[in-house]
């Protein structure tokens, strides 16, 4: 009876303990990681390029605006004055969209892109005067042109030409540089302006220039048709003719025998 009760109580310490072994081994257990399962790998993500910063809007200045202040003023006029060029006017109808280029009325505003202006300054009134503006723009200084005083009668453009600037042919130059001369009627006294560009020689034209030239002139070969012989012609070529009316033919008169063959 002892015996089975020691065998009894053997069992239930081996149980016991057997459970508490088994509670031991789990808790162990639970708190280890467990090695043998595979370990989820993150995807690196690949490096992304860094977008450029997006470029500042750089704010256009403000056109310039023109107000038209007289009449006859133009786009070509405004055009040439504020921007140095004519052919801009074409751009200024494109800043202007409701602009009729050709009907611009005083209290008109223009606007001029800041890009094309030379000067800020107001058009000035005499801009729009040709010869006021003509007046203002820079010009070559000529040359003071030679004057030759006509001091004798027979003068002539030709000769002139010819004596001042070595051609005869520049007395269409000279007419152009005397508008107010009359080319076919030239008096004593009157004034040729010669420009200096033709000018050979500022020797005054002598007097013996106007008497070569004619007798040239005098002495120069003719086309004309020979003349028919008349009958003094004839007379002397042949000698004197007998005839019985010695009154009427007065180169025979006077004539001796012996001229008679």
Same mark, same amino acid.
């Given at each position: 009876m002892t015996k089975s009760r020691f065998t009894l109580t053997g069992i239930t310490l081996a149980c016991a303990l057997l459970l508490l072994v088994n509670c031991s081994m789990t808790q162990v257990e639970s708190r280890q990681t467990p090695t043998d399962q595979?370990?989820?790998?993150?995807?690196?993500?690949?490096?992304?390029?860094?977008?450029p910063p997006e470029p500042e809007t750089v704010a256009e200045p403000a =056109?310039?605006?023109?107000? %038209?202040?007289?009449?006859?003023?133009?786009?070509?006029?405004?055009?040439?004055?504020?921007?140095?060029?004519?052919d801009n006017w074409k751009r200024l109808v494109e800043a202007n969209s409701g602009l009729n280029p050709r009907r611009i009325k005083v209290g008109d505003e223009i606007l001029i892109p800041a890009a094309l202006m030379k000067?800020?300054?107001?058009?000035?009134?005499?801009?729009?005067?040709?010869s006021a503006s003509k007046k203002s723009a820079p010009s070559r200084v000529e040359p003071t042109p030679y004057v030759h005083a006509v001091r004798r009668s027979g003068e002539t453009l030709v000769a002139i030409s010819t004596w001042y600037t070595g051609s005869a042919d520049n007395w269409k130059r000279l007419v152009e540089a005397n508008s107010d001369l009359? =080319?076919?009627?030239?008096? %004593?006294g009157d004034k040729i302006l010669i420009p200096a560009v033709l000018m050979k020689t500022h020797q005054p034209m002598p007097a013996d220039f106007m008497a070569s030239?004619?007798?040239?002139?005098?002495?120069?070969?003719?086309?004309?048709?020979?003349k028919k012989p008349t009958e003094t012609n004839?007379?002397?070529?042949?000698?004197?003719?007998?005839?019985?009316?010695?009154?009427?033919?007065?180169?025979?008169?006077?004539?001796?025998?012996?001229?008679?063959?």
């Open positions: 595979p370990t989820t790998v993150s995807r690196v993500q690949p490096l992304t390029k860094p977008l =056109p310039y605006v023109h107000t %038209v202040s007289r009449s006859g003023e133009t786009l070509v006029a405004i055009s040439s004055w504020y921007t140095g060029s004519a000067t800020q300054l107001t058009m000035p009134a005499d801009f729009m005067n040709p009359n =080319p076919r009627r030239i008096n %004593v030239k004619a007798q040239v002139k005098k002495n120069a070969p003719t086309t004309s048709s020979p004839r007379i002397d070529l042949f000698g004197p003719i007998e005839t019985n009316e010695a009154g009427e033919n007065p180169d025979v008169v006077g004539l001796p025998l012996e001229s008679i063959e």
